[in-house]
């Protein structure tokens, strides 16, 4: 489906106007871009100037330039589902969401939407979290912040999924509309998932009832991201939430690490931020059924990780 025909359809459906269910094969442009024969790089900085941090952890990985591109519709999908400071961890850190859509504009990027489906009031989620001001701060026009609106779902089929076979998607995080898809999520303790790190981050970009991802919990996170794909993920462990996630609260289940991990692959970067709660690569049942799914690769032997 091309690229106009898709908004007019997408458009449709949004106002009610279309009955048919919007289908068009992201799997298959993934599929056509994947090369099975390249090794998953991972790059690893630590330092307590976040700003200067994103830079430093993009540079081996070509920088930004090797993901956006000029012109291109770019998303970048933090945490900030949670009406918490910054120094609780609940949400991507502000400095980091400003610094990584700081970079997407140097690129040259003609926009920049920075979003989240909030599980808290989202007003005060974005206020709180300190992202919406952190984004503003950047005085571009290019560069905003929005809340959820309903009418940017659209139902899509998941044509490999084993678990889902349809759910709704954010269309404005979806090809093609979005050419370039940036998952920047805080890395922390989840009561049910145990970890909630870069593949469980999809989860702010869907619609419909999210209850009912939880009843097959691990394989339908990684059916979601056979829909949701990041050109690129960046795990903010600046500081890490060891207890009480996802909503935390409290100051002593925080420890501040100063840390980002970036890859082009979320499973690699799920395996590696797990091993900073001082687990092993396979802990996380999503990550497990992500590398099933080829999304990613699980095995840390076969990624090669840089200390930048």
């Known amino acids: 489906m091309d690229r106009r025909k898709f908004i007019e ?32 790089i991972l790059v690893v900085a630590v330092g307590k100037d976040y700003s200067s941090l994103v830079e430093t952890v993009l540079k081996p990985l070509g920088g930004m330039s090797a993901f956006v591109k000029r012109g291109d519709n ?29 970079q997407c504009l140097d690129a040259g990027a003609k926009r920049v939407l920075v979003f989240d489906r ?21 005085d571009d026009a290019r560069a905003k912040c929005e809340y959820e609106n309903k009418r940017d779902y659209v139902p899509v089929k ?17 090809p093609p509309e979005c050419d370039c898809y940036i998952n920047v999520p805080v890395a922390k303790h989840h009561g049910q998932a145990k970890l909630t790190l870069g593949l469980k981050n999809a989860m702010g970009a869907i619609g419909g009832n ?19 794909r990041p050109k690129l993920t960046i795990i903010d462990a600046t500081r890490i939430l060891l207890r009480h996630g996802p909503t935390g609260g409290k100051l002593e289940d925080v420890q501040v690490l100063d840390t980002l991990i970036a890859s082009a692959d979320t499973v690699a970067a799920d395996a590696y931020a797990t091993t900073l709660f001082g687990e092993k690569p396979d802990y996380l049942g999503s990550t497990v059924a ?16 840089v200390k930048a």
């Open 210 to 228: 999210r209850g009912i991802i939880h009843r097959d919990l691990h394989r339908r996170i990684a059916d979601l991201n056979l829909v949701i």
């Open 290 to 305: 992500g590398a099933r799914l080829g999304l990613g690769e699980m095995d840390l032997a076969k990624v090669e990780v």
């Open 74 to 102: 770019v998303v970048v999908k933090p945490n900030i589902g949670w009406d918490r400071t910054p120094e609780q961890a609940a949400n991507t850190h502000p400095e980091v969401v400003k610094a990584v859509v700081r």
């Open 158 to 174: 998941i044509a490999d999924g084993k678990s889902l076979d349809e759910f709704e998607f954010n269309r404005k995080a979806l």
């Open 118 to 138: 909030s599980v808290n009031d989202a007003r005060r989620s974005y206020a709180r979290s300190g992202i919406k001001a952190a984004v503003e701060s950047l």
């Open 9 to 40: 359809q997408a458009a449709a459906w949004s106002a009610g106007a279309c009955l048919a269910t919007p289908i068009f094969d992201v799997q298959a442009v993934m599929a056509a871009e994947k090369n099975p024969d390249k090794k998953s």
